[in-house]
């Protein structure tokens, strides 16, 4: 049996840490994607939160999803 797997990255508003310095995660965005893609058959194999530069001195958020699903 044969997977397939789908990485998505979710990545913190840069606006909003800007203006404010940090913000949350999307939570209502992680949960619109994850309905989506169980929707279409993919299960959640693991996440990844990590930190990424914006510009020089700010850094946000982003979660990497990593879908799996079984191919036929």
Same mark, same amino acid.
């Given at each position: 049996?044969?997977?397939?797997? #789908?990485?998505?990255?979710?990545?913190?508003? *840069?606006?909003?840490?800007?203006?404010?310095? *940090?913000? #949350?995660?999307? $939570?209502?965005?992680?949960? @619109?994607?994850?309905?989506?893609?169980?929707?279409?058959?993919?299960?959640?194999?693991?996440?990844? =939160?990590?930190?990424?530069? $914006?510009?020089?001195?700010?850094?946000? @958020? *982003?979660? =990497? =999803?990593?879908?799996?699903?079984?191919?036929?």
């Amino acid at each position: 049996m044969r997977r397939e797997y #789908k990485v998505v990255t979710v990545k913190e508003g *840069a606006l909003s840490t800007l203006l404010f310095g *940090a913000s #949350k995660l999307p $939570l209502k965005k992680m949960e @619109e994607v994850m309905n989506y893609h169980g929707s279409q058959g993919w299960d959640v194999s693991f996440q990844v =939160i990590e930190k990424h530069r $914006l510009f020089l001195f700010w850094t946000r @958020e *982003a979660i =990497i =999803i990593t879908f799996v699903r079984n191919c036929e």
